[in-house]
Nanobody
């Protein structure tokens, strides 16, 4: 099974930026169709932040991060990224990378739903100080 390993988390002041990476341990070609970033704070459900259709590059973003976060992929390096700008304390969470083997996830809502994803990384903490 391909492992997903996140990195790039840390602490930053409000208004700052971070770039998260998610490296797959083997080629995702032929395995995954969608990849996404989720985040979770204690006591709350895991929230979909951004997703990408890795076969074509189409993206979906949660309203809370539109215009601030950018999801991207490097298929050659089997790495997923999340560039996070203009961070605020409400962005503090553990961020998870996820991959889906489903060929079609038909709606943006489902593309940001944890139930659509089969494989998960271990998470990386992002803390934004006010």
């Amino acid at each position: 099974q391909v492992q997903l390993v996140e990195s790039g988390g840390g602490s930053v002041q409000a208004g700052g930026s971070l770039k998260l990476s998610c490296a797959a341990s083997a080629s995702w070609s032929g395995r995954y169709y969608y990849m996404a970033w989720f985040r979770q704070v204690p006591g709350k459900e895991r929230e979909g932040v951004a997703s990408i259709y890795i076969r074509g590059g189409a993206t979906v973003y949660a309203d809370s991060v539109k215009g601030r976060f950018t999801i991207s992929q490097d298929n050659g390096a089997n790495t997923l990224y999340l560039q996070m700008n203009s961070l605020n304390p409400e962005d503090t969470a553990v961020y998870y990378c996820a991959a889906s083997a489903h060929r079609s996830i038909y709606t943006p809502t489902l593309q940001l739903s944890a139930e659509s994803y089969n494989y998960w990384g271990q998470g990386t903490q992002v803390t934004v100080a006010s």
